[in-house]
């Protein structure tokens, strides 16, 4: 029983992140021009490789994706994904406070790059760290894929909200005049 419970968790969390991951790739690749806009509002030019990363970021994300799909090697997937989140997170704090989008694609809102990306890649991580730690080591049960699907729309719903949440915050305080998530409190 707890083995069926922990692999459908295992599941879920990897057909949640690997269609988080597939969505978002697939965003970017389908809309370079918005993606090479986001990149150039991180300070991306074209002589600093914007071009390859136009192509490289989507296709890591979508082989990232992939590879939760089909639970290849669990943990080197979830080390390659955490890894991806800090650069992503890295670059949104740098971006912070640029009118420029986050560039996010897929199921985030493409809202402005700050701590509301910061935000939602932690709890990401928290869910990658969550399935690669219960991945089971035996076969999966017809039961344990139907349990999977709700885990998988059950986290899901939890992202999409809670990014929706965090880009009206940002722009209701926008809007407000007030201090925002994206914007450096010292400054």
């Not at 290849?72 to 420029?100: E, K, M, P």
Request: charged letters at 10%; proline letters at 2%; one cysteine or more.
């Amino acid at each position: 029983m707890l083995g069926d419970t922990l692999g459908a968790l295992h599941l879920g969390v990897a057909w949640a992140v690997g269609f988080v991951l597939i969505a978002s790739g697939v965003a970017k690749a389908a809309d370079r021009t918005s993606f090479a806009q986001a990149l150039a509002g991180y300070g991306v030019s074209a002589r600093r490789g914007r071009e390859s990363l136009e192509i490289a970021i989507p296709s890591i994300e979508i082989a990232l994706g992939i590879s939760w799909l089909i639970t290849w090697d669990v943990w080197l997937v979830a080390i390659a994904t955490i890894g991806l989140l800090a650069v992503f997170s890295g670059a949104a704090i740098a971006g912070r406070g640029s009118a420029a989008s986050c560039g996010c694609g897929g199921v985030f809102a493409d809202g402005p790059a700050g701590w509301n990306v910061v935000i939602r890649n932690v709890v990401l991580l928290v869910i990658v760290l969550g399935g690669a730690m219960v991945a089971p080591t035996t076969g999966f049960s017809i039961d344990t894929f139907a349990a999977a699907a709700t885990v998988t729309l059950a986290l899901l719903t939890l992202l999409i909200g809670l990014d929706a949440l965090l880009v009206a915050e940002l722009r209701l305080r926008d809007v407000e005049g007030g201090v925002s998530l994206e914007h450096d409190v010292s400054s």
